[in-house]
């Protein structure tokens, strides 16, 4: 495996600085949002335990009195928009808890199931609910709703009758509407392609890289499917890419796989518009972890040497923490699991998170009814719920996942520490990067 250099640290007040083998250092202001360049003279300054009476340096004194004033300054205090009790603006929806695959990793119960195969979702029930989450919603709100399986397109029928009477709903509540797919791509013949183009959807395909490690992992149940039949229909697919509102692909890794440079080189030769590259939230090996994170390293490094910025930007983890830094945004929410987010499962139960679905105690209601005293410890914020306040990448992680937690330590609220391992590697390596895009004069090699 290639070699990639380790990062620095320095940590003063809200500020870290950081430097990547010979590169020039960079730092980070936690709570502002702001990412700078540093002298080398800064850089000293940061080093632990030096305060203003152990330099002798005038260079390094000034620099520190800079640094001290730099996270002195506090980001505007924002007020935060009151948001209407319970307003869901994000669904996903089981029209299926069936599969024709057996992914290794699979948490939908292995095979997709849940543990409680259900072929097709009962669209009678499942329309009322839908107004429900409408009616609380305002003119020019935004309504996004996945469909999630199982595998979706086992029941097109259900996404149709679905997706029409939203498309109508929304018109006449004048809401935004946005509707995306999760699928395995073996179903996208003609008519299903045709489908989701009616509907102008978001389509994401899960695909795990070239066809010797995806067959190995994404497993079939039989002969009729495998990485060279999904790779023709995305053909098909690509063909009709301007009928649809984009197209991505997403891989998992984990135990399984964790060749993610390799798949990055396979998926990045297809034209699509976003990439997503995740470590399995039910995984929490340390050294699978640490690997996984050393091999983002190697796929940024190859994104940059591809189309710098916006190569990097193509890959959505990139993505998101550039804009997070170019909007100055702090995200308190790693995800919004029962804030504005919730889960439809085949059955019409509704829980916080999808990998959630089919456990009776984590329903948070059913059909249009929401169970209010099981909603209510979602409301906090996961910064403060997590107890995340000490962690300098707080508002670029946002308290990280909580079923993650639970599968570490049992509990949603008490942190997985390889996954905060891996999140503030990931937040070091994206900010170098930002540092990239942004001082391209001088930043690179450090000149003698
Ligand atoms: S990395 Fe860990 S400690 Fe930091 S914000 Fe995320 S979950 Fe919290
Ligand atoms: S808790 Fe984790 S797995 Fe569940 S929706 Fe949130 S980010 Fe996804």
């Not at 984990?254 to 997503?276: A, H, I, M, Q, R």
């Not at 940059?304 to 990097?312: N, V």
Request: glycine share 8%; with cysteine; charged share 25%.
């Amino acid at each position: 495996m290639q070699k990639t250099a380790m990062f620095q640290t320095r940590v003063k007040n809200n500020l870290i600085g950081f430097r990547q083998g010979s590169e020039k250092p960079l730092a980070f202001h936690c709570d502002t949002l702001d990412v700078a360049e540093l002298s080398e003279d800064s850089w000293q300054a940061l080093a632990e335990g030096l305060g203003p009476k152990e330099i002798q340096t005038p260079g390094v004194s000034k620099a520190l009195a800079e640094l001290l004033s730099w996270a002195d300054t506090s980001a505007p205090s924002v007020p935060a928009k009151p948001r209407a009790r319970h307003k869901i603006d994000t669904l996903t929806v089981n029209v299926t808890q069936i599969c024709n695959l057996a992914c290794t990793y699979c948490a939908a119960g292995g095979d997709g199931t849940y543990g409680d195969p259900t072929t097709k979702i009962s669209v009678d029930k499942t329309l009322p609910q839908l107004s429900f989450f409408l009616g609380k919603l305002d003119p020019g709100d935004k309504f996004t709703l996945t469909f999630l399986g199982g595998e979706p397109l086992l029941y097109p029928e259900g996404i149709e009758l679905i997706s029409k009477y939203l498309e109508q709903e929304a018109k006449q509540k004048n809401i935004t509407l946005r509707l995306r797919i999760v699928t395995n791509g073996t179903l996208l013949n003609q008519k299903n392609i045709e489908l989701l183009t009616r509907f102008k959807m978001h389509v994401v395909i899960s695909l795990d890289g070239p066809p010797e490690i995806n067959d190995a992992i994404r497993k079939t149940k039989s002969s009729n499917f495998n990485t060279a039949s999904i790779l023709k229909n995305l053909e098909s697919l690509m063909a009709r890419k301007n009928e649809l509102a984009s197209i991505s692909l997403a891989a998992v890794f984990g135990s399984g796989n964790l060749e993610v440079l390799k798949c990055y080189e396979f998926l990045s030769s297809f034209p699509v518009d976003s990439l997503s590259l995740c470590f399995d939230h039910s995984s929490h090996d340390s050294s699978d972890s640490q690997k996984f994170f050393q091999e983002m390293q190697l796929v940024a490094e190859s994104a940059w040497s591809k189309g710098q910025e916006s190569e990097l930007r193509r890959i959505e983890y990139f993505d998101k923490v550039f804009m997070v830094l170019d909007q100055k945004i702090r995200i308190t929410n790693f995800c919004g699991s029962g804030k504005n987010f919730l889960m439809v499962d085949a059955k019409n139960t509704l829980t916080t998170c999808p990998w959630q679905a089919g456990k009776p105690e984590e329903s948070v209601g059913h059909g249009p009814t929401l169970f209010e005293d099981r909603l209510a410890p979602y409301q906090e914020d996961l910064v403060s719920k997590n107890n995340c306040h000490s962690c300098w990448a707080k508002y670029l992680c946002g308290g990280g996942c909580m079923y993650s937690n639970q599968q570490a330590t049992g509990s949603k609220h008490i942190k997985d520490a390889v996954f905060c391992e891996r999140q503030r590697g990931l937040s070091l390596l994206a900010l170098s990067y930002y540092g990239k895009c942004n001082f391209e004069d001088g930043y690179g090699v450090e000149e003698n």
